[in-house]
C-alpha cells in the first residue's frame, strides 16, 4: 500500500477517511510512490496529489493525478463527474476523471497544477490570464446545458439571499432586524431576484474566481464547478471581476466586462446590445451574489469553525457598498448596511 501523509487528522472519521482512500487507491492496481495533502475547500471536501513511481495507462503518461476524497452523505460525487464531462465537451480545461467509487465518495482525476490564479496574480499578467478566462467562460456559456443541470430559480436565489440576515445579520453581527428593517430588506430583495430571472440564462459555475482557476496548458484550468446551475449570463463575470479574494479598480473592471461583452456578442450570446443594460445586470447580479457571500463566509465561520473567511468580508462589503448606492431602488439596502455598521444605531436594530 502506498505511503499515505495526511495532516493530523482531527477526528477518528478524518483518520478512517485516508485510510480508506488510500485502500481504494491500493485496487486500482497503479504504481503509487505517495499521496500528499493538495488543498482543501470550504466544503468536507479533502484533495490529494497522487505521485505515480512508474508509467500507468490510465494517467495518459502523468507522473501525479489528484484524488478527491468527498464524505458521503456530506458530499455528492456525481454532480463534479457530471460536470466535468460537460466542460470537456465544450472545449474547456477540466479534470479528466481517470477513476471514480461514487459510493465511497472518492475521485481520481488528472493533476491541473499547483498555481491557482490567486497565487500568481499581478499587474503584468493580469490582462492575459483574465483574457484567457473570459475565452474559457465564453466556451462554458455556448453549451446547452438547461436540460442538463438545475435551475438558477427564485427558490434558489432567495434560499442564498436568506443567509445575510440569517447567518450575516443574526448571527456575526449579533443584530435582530426591527419589522420595517427586514420589510425593506424583503423588498430589495425582490427587486434583485426580478432582474437576476429576467437575464438571459446560460451555464454558471457558480464560483468562477481566482481560487479555482489554474495556471494550466491550455489556460486555464478550471476546478470547483460541482455546484454548475442554468442560470443568469452575468453570474460567473462577477465572480470572476468582483472576486472575493482578488480586488481590481473598478476601471480595470469596466475594461474586462467590455471585452467579455464584445467576446459574448462575437460567440452569438445573449446578452444585450446595449452595453449599459448588461452593466447594470451585471451589478444587480453582484449585489445578489456579495449578500450571499457574506452569509456563507458568516456560516463557515459559525457553523464549521473556518474563521479565516472573515478577514475577507471588508472587501465583499466594499463591491456591495459601491454598487447599492448606485441605484435610487437599493437606497434601502444601503440604509441598513449604515445601521448595521454605526455602533449607536445599534440599539435600534437590536431587539
Known amino acids: ?37 493538495a488543498s482543501a475547500d470550504a466544503s468536507f471536501r479533502r484533495y490529494f496529489r497522487v505521485t505515480l513511481d512508474a508509467p500507468w495507462r490510465a494517467a495518459a503518461g502523468a507522473s501525479t493525478l489528484i484524488a478527491m476524497d468527498a464524505p458521503p452523505p456530506k458530499e455528492d460525487c456525481r454532480p463534479y463527474v457530471h460536470v466535468a464531462r460537460l466542460l470537456t465537451q465544450a472545449g474547456v480545461h477540466a479534470p479528466r476523471i481517470v477513476a471514480a467509487d461514487i459510493a465511497q465518495g472518492y475521485l481520481l482525476m488528472s493533476d491541473l497544477g499547483g498555481q491557482t490564479y490567486a497565487s500568481v496574480l499581478d499587474a503584468g499578467n493580469a490582462p492575459g490570464l483574465y483574457g484567457d478566462a473570459l475565452d474559457a467562460l465564453v466556451r462554458m456559456q455556448k453549451m ?23 447567518w450575516y445579520v443574526a448571527r456575526h453581527l449579533a443584530r435582530t432586524l426591527t419589522s ?61 471581476l468582483r472576486d472575493a479574494y482578488v480586488e481590481w479598480s473598478e476601471e480595470r473592471q469596466l475594461d474586462w466586462a467590455v471585452r467579455y461583452w464584445e467576446r459574448a456578442r462575437r460567440a452569438a450570446l445573449p446578452v444585450s446590445a446595449d452595453f449599459g443594460a448588461f452593466w447594470r445586470d451585471f451589478e444587480w447580479m453582484g449585489v445578489q451574489r456579495q449578500l450571499k457571500v457574506l452569509g456563507i ?37 444601503t440604509a441598513l448596511l449604515d445601521a448595521l455598521d454605526d455602533p449607536e444605531a445599534a440599539a435600534g436594530v437590536a431587539s
Not at 446547452?144 to 440569517?166: G, N, Q, V
Not at 456560516?299 to 468580508?313: C, S, T, V
Request: proline content about 9%; some cysteine; hydrophobic content about 45%.
Open 1 to 37: 500500500m502506498p505511503h499515505l501523509t495526511t495532516p493530523a487528522p482531527t477526528t477518528a472519521t478524518t483518520d478512517v477517511r485516508a485510510t480508506a482512500l488510500s485502500q481504494w487507491l491500493a485496487t486500482l492496481e497503479a504504481p503509487v510512490a505517495a499521496i500528499t495533502p
Open 144 to 166: 446547452r446545458c438547461e436540460d442538463e443541470l438545475p435551475p438558477y430559480d427564485d427558490a434558489l436565489l432567495r434560499r442564498e439571499l436568506a443567509l445575510f440576515p440569517d
Open 180 to 240: 420595517a428593517q427586514r420589510a425593506a430588506l424583503d423588498a430589495v430583495f425582490d427587486a434583485l431576484v426580478a432582474n437576476n430571472l429576467a437575464q438571459p440564462r446560460v451555464f454558471v459555475h457558480r464560483d468562477y474566481h481566482s481560487r479555482n482557476l489554474m495556471l494550466a496548458t491550455p489556460n486555464p484550468g478550471v476546478l470547483d464547478f460541482q455546484d454548475a446551475v442554468h442560470g443568469p449570463i452575468t453570474y460567473d463575470l462577477v465572480s470572476l
Open 297 to 333: 463566509f458568516a456560516r463557515l465561520k459559525h457553523r464549521d469553525g473556518k474563521a479565516g473567511y472573515i478577514a475577507d468580508m471588508p472587501l465583499v462589503m466594499r463591491y456591495l457598498r459601491r454598487a447599492a448606492a448606485r441605484y435610487r431602488e437599493l437606497d434601502p439596502l
